[in-house]
């Protein structure tokens, strides 16, 4: 530990000293990773040829300390925790069917009426979780459909939504494009869930190099809490 920070102090002084170097470890989210991060990333080392980045692209919790990543990238509510957070962007959720489902079974009008739909559930959360929306008096209002399908990465679940196979609920960093197309149709919109912060997340107790906390100021600067992938979607 003090072999790395030693090593953490001298690169500082050899960022500050001039152009950015040295290699950053990420951990993110699957779908977030392969829809908006990655080209993020891109960007930033086109930006910056200095720099080397290792990215693990996994739904799954990280330990951050003990899988010795330099940052996370989680999306959702932070339980209490000795990480060091900062929040980077939101994360918006639209309920959502493909036109044939929608066609066969009818549009459900408020949440009460999706007792009696199909659902297509994100695992990795839970059921009150996942299928939280806000209520006309502000109210958090739980209403859960008979579940068909449990996938544990959204992409997937999206996919089953444009097949017909029932209403899914998730965030519009995966389906913003499907409901600019068509292939997918936002519902209950009067009764959206409250967006999540997408946060970066640091180790604590240890220097932060300079290469670490330009690489968060470009990606607050490219998501922040009205993202590009929300334009247009919502009518409020």
Not at 4 to 22: K, N, S, T, Y
Not at 35 to 50: E, Q, S, V, Y
Not at 65 to 86: C, H, K, N, Q
Not at 173 to 199: E, K, N, S, T
Request: proline residues 6%.
């Amino acid at each position: 530990r003090i072999l790395g920070d030693l090593e953490e102090a001298e690169q500082a002084i050899a960022d500050d000293a001039g152009a950015l170097r040295g290699k950053l470890r990420l951990a993110a989210p699957l779908s977030f990773g392969l829809h908006h991060l990655g080209r993020a990333i891109n960007g930033f080392l086109a930006d910056h040829p200095g720099i080397e980045l290792d990215l693990d692209l996994n739904d799954r919790q990280i330990d951050l300390v003990e899988e010795g990543f330099d940052m996370g990238i989680r999306i959702g509510d932070l339980p209490d925790s000795t990480l060091i957070a900062r929040r980077l962007g939101a994360a918006r959720f639209a309920t959502c069917a493909s036109p044939g489902y929608l066609a066969e079974h009818g549009e459900p009008k408020t949440p009460d009426e999706l007792s009696g739909h199909v659902g297509l559930h994100y695992s990795n959360a839970t059921l009150a979780e996942a299928w939280r929306f806000g209520g006309t008096d502000k109210e958090p209002i739980t209403a859960i459909p008979g579940i068909r399908l449990r996938a544990s990465n959204g992409d997937a679940l999206a996919a089953a939504a444009m097949a017909g196979l029932g209403i899914v609920n998730l965030p519009t960093f995966i389906v913003a494009d499907a409901l600019r197309a068509g292939d997918l149709i936002a519902i209950l919109q009067d009764y959206r869930r409250a967006p999540l912060g997408i946060h970066a997340l640091y180790p604590p107790g240890r220097l932060m190099p300079r290469r670490l906390r330009l690489f968060s100021d470009y990606l607050e600067g490219r998501f922040g809490d009205s993202p590009y992938w929300d334009d247009g979607l919502f009518h409020n």
